[in-house]
Nanobody
Framework: VQLVESGGGSVQAGGSLTLSCSGS????????MGWFRQVPGKEREGVAG????????YYSDSVKGRFTTSQDKSKNTWYLDMNNTNFEDTAVYYC?????????????????WGQGTQVTVSS
């Protein structure tokens, strides 16, 4: 499977942005689609994810209550709705598929990654 992110760009602090991740094929129902972000010089951080089979979700403390992830399996597309954004949300965002919730940097459990999309939050 190949993953392609879209929807990145600039947003004012407090605003909203939706990222999309399109898969070339469907993903196994026991796999997760995770959303990660990375700022230069900092470790990659898993921020949200959804289990493609059960629909169970994961959110890091840094985005809980502000970000929502969802999926449209008929379109092999996953979404990350970013609301009430702040400067700390500025990063390159990646989607990736793997096993388990994305509660780390994803290096061990997530094997297929998109190319990334830049999100910049400004005043």
């Amino acid at each position: 499977v190949q993953l392609v992110e879209s929807g990145g760009g600039s947003v004012q602090a407090g605003g909203s942005l939706t990222l999309s991740c399109s898969g070339s094929t469907s993903i196994s129902s026991d796999h997760w689609m995770g959303w990660f972000r990375q700022v230069p010089g900092k470790e990659r951080e898993g921020v949200a994810g959804i289990c493609t089979g059960s629909g169970g979700t994961y959110y890091s403390d840094s985005v809980k209550g502000r970000f929502t992830t969802s999926q449209d399996k008929s379109k092999n597309t996953w979404y990350l709705d970013m609301n009430n954004t702040n400067f700390e949300d500025t990063a390159v965002y990646y989607c990736a598929t793997g096993v388990g919730a994305p509660d780390g940097d994803g290096s061990e459990c997530f094997g297929i990654w998109g190319q990334g999309t830049q999100v910049t939050v400004s005043s």
